[in-house]
């Protein structure tokens, strides 16, 4: 393993005008010739645009940008609670590596590099034509 990382996807469809979005985030690991083994993907967020102050019918427009989906997608994948002791879950992300074969421990994790991946869908979202 050289890396991990966590992809974001949109969930459903939306019309353009929607104030609100909902996403799912997965994690991977990235191995030496490039490849991505599937960690788990059941995580996920919604955001949504707040009508306090909007024009006319109360809605507004959703406003994200790459860097605050990071940080979302950086929130979902910390662990759900604070007794675990670890500023990210990587004794459970080295028992899921290792359920698939990969042969890594939580310290090996520890010291990989982490990137955050956004889909096509997404990265369409966040620049409109």
Do not use: N
């Amino acid at each position: 393993m050289v890396g991990l990382g966590a992809t974001c996807d949109l969930r459903g469809e939306y019309p353009d005008d929607a104030c609100t979005r909902s996403f799912l985030v997965s994690e991977f690991a990235m191995l030496e010739d490039g490849r991505r083994v599937l960690l788990h993907a059941d995580r996920g967020f919604t955001v949504t645009a707040r009508s306090t102050g909007a024009p006319g019918d109360g809605t507004i427009p959703l406003h994200e940008t790459r860097d605050s989906l990071t940080q979302q997608v950086l929130i979902v994948v910390l662990p759900d609670d604070e007794e675990s002791g670890e500023e990210h879950p990587w004794s459970w992300l080295a028992e899921l590596a290792q359920a698939r074969g990969l042969e890594v421990t939580a310290d090996d994790l520890r010291g990989l590099p982490y990137e955050v991946v956004f889909t096509d869908a997404v990265s369409r979202w966040l620049t409109p034509d």
